[in-house]
């Protein structure tokens, strides 16, 4: 991920306004004039701050990153033990979906931006990647058997909750307990030593 610089008021409002309109409109229906417009100041203050759109929604991603990855940390760190630490992406997706109800920026991010060679795209990539890692070293804390096939398990059902956050469903309750059965069951075939019990 990369690493975070401190920003102007200035940049802070252009990045203020072009998460909003990015999330709520969309990375390519959205011009430099209409965030310019939106942040009150001008195309040029955007471009002296940013360089380019891309750049842009490249630190719009990164910053909206390292907010998901502290609030999943800090769910993690709050579980009384590691295998209710397993399933702890579910419940930060839970407190994450009240203030973000139009699906993944990220997901959205990758259908706009296909080319993979785009710093915004890989960013996007980065993240989901970063959370099947930690779903695979939480699985291995907790003594799951076979903790790699489980992430993955656990990543689509953590990304099928997310993806139909828009619609009038509540399918993170039930991954969340889909999620929860995987993990006991893996539990069940496997002790810490990963023998059959």
């Known amino acids: 991920m990369p690493e975070e610089r401190s920003r102007t008021p200035a940049g802070q409002r252009i990045l203020a306004a072009a998460e909003e309109l ?8 959205v011009g430099v004039d209409l965030i310019a417009e939106h942040s009150g100041l ?13 750049h ?9 990153d390292q907010r998901w990855r502290t609030l999943v940390r800090d769910t993690v760190d709050a579980c009384a033990d590691p295998v209710e630490a397993v399933t702890a992406p579910f419940a930060a997706l839970r407190t994450w979906g009240r203030t973000n109800t ?9 259908a706009e931006l296909p080319d993979p060679a785009h710093p915004a795209h890989r960013v ?23 903790p790699a096939p489980l ?23 039930e991954s969340t307990d889909l999620a929860r059965g995987l993990v006991r069951a893996s539990l069940r075939t496997g002790g810490r030593d990963g023998t059959r019990r």
């Open 56 to 64: 842009l929604v490249t630190a719009y991603l990164t910053e909206r």
């Open 102 to 110: 139009r699906g993944c920026a990220f997901v959205n991010a990758l």
């Open 151 to 173: 992430a993955t398990r656990l990543l689509v059902l953590h990304e099928g909750a997310l993806a139909t956050q828009p619609l009038a469903l509540d399918t993170l309750a």
């Open 22 to 29: 990015f999330y709520e409109r969309g990375i390519t229906a």
């Open 124 to 146: 996007a990539a980065d993240q989901k990647h970063w959370l099947l890692d930690l779903f695979r070293e939480l699985a291995t804390a907790a003594g799951c058997a076979h």
């Open 42 to 54: 001008t195309k040029r203050t955007l471009y002296n701050q940013f360089g380019s759109k891309d």
